[in-house]
């Protein structure tokens, strides 16, 4: 699957996102287990609220990091979490 850019993206309700600190960064929870999260994915993550298309991701956080060309990066992220069923779009 793709991203469809039009569409928000929602962090899935069968998962949680939450810092864990026995591992000192964000995990991703679920019924089977868990998933570490290096610090730019769970960036990432937390924008995935269901207001935010890809591109007012993309934005908000070359803002915040004052940096540019972040777009294809991200879409690969979202993209493997979108097969992973960790967010979704409706």
């Given amino acids: 699957m793709t991203i469809n850019t039009a569409l928000p993206i929602n962090f899935s309700p069968m ?3 939450q ?3 026995a591992q000192q960064k964000d995990v991703i929870l679920y019924p089977e287990g868990m998933v570490e999260l290096n ?4 960036e990432i993550l ?6 935010r298309n890809l591109d007012q991701i993309v934005a908000d956080l070359e803002e915040k990091f004052s940096t540019t060309d972040l777009k294809n990066d991200i879409t690969g992220f979202l993209e493997v979490a979108l097969n992973n069923g960790w967010i ?3």
């Fill in 46 to 51: 937390k924008l995935c609220d269901g207001t």
């Fill in 88 to 90: 979704q779009q409706n």
């Fill in 19 to 21: 810092w864990e600190e």
């Fill in 39 to 42: 610090q730019s994915s769970a």
């Fill in 15 to 17: 998962h949680r996102l």
